[in-house]
């Protein structure tokens, strides 16, 4: 009902709870170890204290700014995150579509659920597509050749996943990696066995490579 739409991140939270399993709820939420990490930037967030100028003339305020020159109503951008089929049906379409819907700049996954083309033609917008660098170089190769055939406008590298963190809600669930649709016929998600615990800590030992350096 449109009373009780949510007003803050946290109310956004407690419905998720509700609508996710146990499963797919602990993968967004959680972090590695104890945690004490993902704790800490939280309270980071509240740490942040705004000093408000006073008489200031408000009337007007303009936010836009640009990235990589490409112009922007605010410099919120939607970060790369995995697999959105888990909370909504249409996946990463949806998002697509409410990030385009405001303008915003929108990183696509290399491990969203739907395929980088069915991203790219289900809305017109400024895209940029996120990879992390595989053991086989021709996987990371291919994705940004259809990355880029598909109008995305960069490349973001992420680096901070040599080895998956040691997130133990995922180890005690056995959590099962969801599709990765844009990597059939590039790698196998065959024989991701949770014998051993998560799959997805299975899978980022199989596939990326921890070499990967300055160098
Ligand atoms: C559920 C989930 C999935 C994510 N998947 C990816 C991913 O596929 N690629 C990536 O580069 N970062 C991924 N991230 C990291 C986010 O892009 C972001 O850097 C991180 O959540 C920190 O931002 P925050 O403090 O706003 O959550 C993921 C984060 C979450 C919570």
């Known amino acids: 009902m449109e009373n009780n739409l949510p007003v803050n991140v946290r109310e956004y939270q407690e419905l998720a709870k ?59 951008i939607v970060a790369p995150t995995g697999s959105h089929k888990v909370a909504n049906p249409e996946g990463e379409v949806a998002t697509a579509k409410a990030a385009a819907s405001c303008n915003s700049l929108m990183v696509l996954s290399f491990s969203s659920n739907c395929r980088i083309e069915e991203v790219a033609a289900s809305c017109d917008a400024i895209r940029f597509y996120q990879l992390y660098v595989f053991k086989k170089r021709a996987v ?32 005690r669930n056995k959590m099962v990696a969801p599709d ?25 030992r199989d596939t990326m490579d921890p070499s990967l350096s300055w160098k």
Do not use: C, W
């Open 140 to 171: 990371s190769a291919t994705l940004v050749r259809r990355a880029e055939s598909s109008g995305f406008k960069a490349i973001v590298l992420t680096v901070d996943n040599p080895m998956l963190g040691r997130r133990e809600r995922d180890i």
């Open 18 to 76: 509700k609508a996710l399993s146990k499963m797919h709820y602990d993968y967004i939420n959680g972090g590695a170890e104890d945690e004490h990490t993902l704790r800490d930037n939280i309270a980071a967030y509240g740490r942040i204290l705004l000093r408000p100028r006073v008489l200031v003339d408000v009337s007007n305020i303009d936010m836009s700014t640009s990235l990589l020159g490409y112009n922007m109503p605010s410099p919120i």
């Open 180 to 204: 990765k649709p844009n990597l059939e016929g590039l790698i196998s998600l065959e024989n991701l066995d949770t014998t051993d615990g998560s799959q997805l800590a299975k899978y980022v």
